[in-house]
């Protein structure tokens, strides 16, 4: 299934994903940012980010953040673009492991590798977490459960694509975090 928003050119849909273990998620979601439907163009990049920045700023539960918080790997690209667009400066959380300090551990339960870490010292700080796409919510809300107890305050959760088929508005809705999309699976 494709989805185009009317304001931006967006394309979007699930792909199964091959040689997969049983826990992990079996359907991916490609888009046009990821590079794996079509090469890039650097125009693209910054009119998806400068769209989620507009969308979030006109949300209705609209926070401005401190700093952008960016989930390894498909909310890097997203995580730049809404930087650029927005000139709010970011951080990215990691699947690396490192001897660093303000080390923060949460988990990704449909990934093969599971383990994701945030570096630097937040508290205080008001974060947006900008991602790809969100499909059960279950990844957001224990970051967000992390970032909560390191007195952090998230203002809410920026993605591209909401696939609808894991309901994860309702998840986001419960833990109090403002969900924002660009479109819907």
């Known amino acids: 299934m494709t989805t185009v928003p009317e304001n931006l050119s967006y394309r979007a849909q ?5 040689g997969v273990p049983p826990e992990a998620r079996a359907v ?3 888009h046009e940012l990821d590079g794996i439907l079509d090469q890039v163009h650097p125009a693209t990049l910054l ?3 400068t769209t989620l920045w507009q969308a979030w700023s006109q949300h209705p539960e609209f926070t401005a953040p401190d700093v952008l918080l960016g989930l ?9 673009a809404v930087a650029l667009a927005s000139g709010v400066p970011y951080r990215l959380a990691w ?3 490192l001897d660093l300090p303000h080390k923060k551990t949460f988990t990704e339960p449909h990934a093969r590798r599971t ?3 945030t570096y630097g010292d937040l508290a205080g700080s008001r974060v947006l977490v900008v991602d790809d796409e969100i499909t059960t919510g279950k990844t957001l809300a224990n970051l967000v459960s992390v970032l909560r107890h390191a007195d952090v305050e998230v203002t809410g959760i920026a993605c591209l694509i909401e696939d609808t088929s894991g309901n994860p508005r309702q998840l986001m ?5 403002p969900l924002c999309v660009l479109t819907n699976l």
Not at 14 to 18: C, F, S, T, Y
Not at 72 to 80: E, F, M, Q, S
Not at 173 to 177: F, I, N, T
């Open 115 to 117: 383990e994701v870490f």
């Open 173 to 177: 809705e419960s833990l109090g975090v």
């Open 95 to 97: 699947k690396l492991d």
């Open 72 to 80: 390894d790997a498909g909310g890097i690209l997203p995580t730049v």
């Open 14 to 18: 699930r792909v199964q994903r091959l």
């Open 28 to 30: 991916r979601i490609v």
């Open 47 to 49: 009119g998806a980010g």
